[in-house]
């Protein structure tokens, strides 16, 4: 299974940014789709950006204006520029293959193991 190692996340004021970044175990050029997703204590996963391979993208709507998903193909990494930030962003972020793209049985064979995040905290 293709690993995530995902950093950059700490703790800001409300207003400022951060820049998450992911490197998986495998070329990002073999993955059609990459997302950021979030999930808080008990909540659901929640996908909050995805980019494919040819550059496409789309954002959640609650981040939608504030956070900016890329990539950079030369360094196999997958990027979240996040702006604006608010308290309610709190959150662990981890990345993976965005799963509306694959049946269920190819993404828990390839994609079914998630890293460990990292801990994004916004106060007020």
């Known amino acids: 299974q293709v690993q995530f190692v995902e950093s950059g996340g700490g703790l800001v004021h409300s207003g400022g940014s951060l820049r998450l970044s992911c490197v998986p175990s495998?070329?990002?050029?073999?993955?059609?789709?990459m997302g950021w997703y979030r999930q808080a204590p008990g909540k659901q996963r929640e996908l909050v950006a995805t980019i494919t391979n040819h550059g496409s993208t789309k954002d959640a709507d609650s981040v939608k204006g504030r956070f900016t998903i890329s990539r950079d193909n030369a360094k196999n990494t997958v990027y979240l520029q996040m702006n604006s930030l608010k308290p309610e962003d709190t959150d662990v972020y981890y990345c993976n293959a965005d799963r509306k793209y694959y049946s269920s049985s190819y993404y828990n064979r390839n994609f079914g193991s998630w890293g460990q995040g990292t801990q994004v905290t916004v106060s007020s």
């Open positions: 495998v070329s990002i050029n073999s993955i059609y789709a």
